[in-house]
């Protein structure tokens, strides 16, 4: 199966940084995949999470300075993590350490993420309505922030629009009308059009 565009291999083993109420690690779990564990703070998606794998998965409730999480995730050689919208909610130091003890442990390690596109007029709707941010992207930004944590091989790329019900299915013109209008406006002022429009930019790095 592929998480935007990337693929993910049944042999490796799956961490879901911020599982939510673990609809991913349920549609993979269906293909015959399975999650290594699924790391969610919030106590109530906690709950629901439990209440839908049992022990097949390890569920933890804490953050990723959690000692337990580094004595588990440690026994491993191969490590993915995946970050879905979660990547700009966690401390700079907090994730730095946390890739940088993994690096010391000599772990190959490969994460494949979304987080909102600071270039966007959407994303920023996205970025800004949300005040659990702590940081907020652009491709350039994302990229030499991975690079300081360490990460070498990094692809980003802008998330294609997705119809996924009748509200997304409304605002399919209008979200390219307002880009079309953006992309005339940089092309006649600065020369050159602006690319990354799409409200979310996925990324995969590796260790």
Same mark, same amino acid.
């Given at each position: 199966?592929?998480?935007?565009?990337?693929?993910?291999?049944?042999?490796?083993?799956?961490?879901?940084?911020?599982?939510?109420?673990?609809?991913?690690?349920?549609?993979?779990?269906?293909?015959?995949?399975?999650?290594?564990?699924?790391?969610?703070?919030?106590?109530?998606?906690?709950?629901? &999470?439990?209440?839908?794998?049992?022990?097949? /998965? !390890? #569920?933890?409730? +804490?953050?990723?300075?959690?000692?337990? @999480?580094?004595?588990?995730?440690?026994?491993?050689?191969?490590?993915?993590?995946?970050?879905?919208?979660?990547?700009?909610?966690?401390?700079?130091?907090?994730?730095?350490?946390?890739?940088?003890?993994?690096?010391?442990?000599?772990?190959?390690?490969?994460?494949?993420?979304?987080?909102?596109?600071?270039?966007?007029?959407?994303?920023?709707?996205?970025?800004?309505?949300?005040?659990?941010?702590?940081?907020?992207?652009?491709?350039?930004?994302?990229?030499?922030? &991975?690079?300081?944590?360490?990460?070498?091989? /990094? !692809? #980003?790329?802008? +998330?294609?629009?997705?119809?996924?019900? @009748?509200?997304?299915?409304?605002?399919?013109?209008?979200?390219?009308?307002?880009?079309?209008?953006?992309?005339?406006?940089?092309?006649?002022?600065?020369?050159?059009?602006?690319?990354?429009?799409?409200?979310?930019?996925?990324?995969?790095?590796?260790?």
């Amino acid at each position: 199966m592929n998480l935007y565009t990337f693929p993910i291999f049944k042999n490796e083993n799956i961490i879901e940084v911020g599982s939510g109420f673990g609809d991913l690690a349920k549609n993979f779990e269906q293909n015959g995949y399975r999650f290594l564990c699924l790391i969610e703070p919030d106590k109530e998606k906690n709950k629901v &999470l439990r209440s839908l794998f049992g022990k097949s /998965i !390890h #569920i933890i409730n +804490e953050s990723l300075s959690s000692k337990n @999480i580094r004595a588990m995730i440690f026994r491993y050689s191969n490590i993915t993590i995946i970050m879905q919208d979660v990547i700009e909610h966690i401390p700079p130091n907090e994730f730095k350490k946390f890739i940088a003890d993994l690096k010391n442990q000599n772990k190959k390690i490969r994460l494949i993420g979304r987080t909102p596109n600071l270039t966007s007029p959407f994303g920023l709707r996205n970025s800004f309505g949300d005040n659990t941010h702590i940081l907020r992207f652009n491709n350039i930004s994302l990229e030499d922030y &991975l690079k300081k944590a360490g990460f070498s091989e /990094i !692809h #980003i790329k802008a +998330e294609p629009y997705q119809i996924t019900g @009748i509200v997304s299915f409304f605002r399919f013109l209008p979200y390219y009308f307002v880009l079309t209008i953006i992309f005339l406006v940089f092309l006649c002022i600065y020369g050159f059009p602006i690319k990354e429009l799409t409200p979310n930019i996925v990324f995969e790095a590796k260790v």
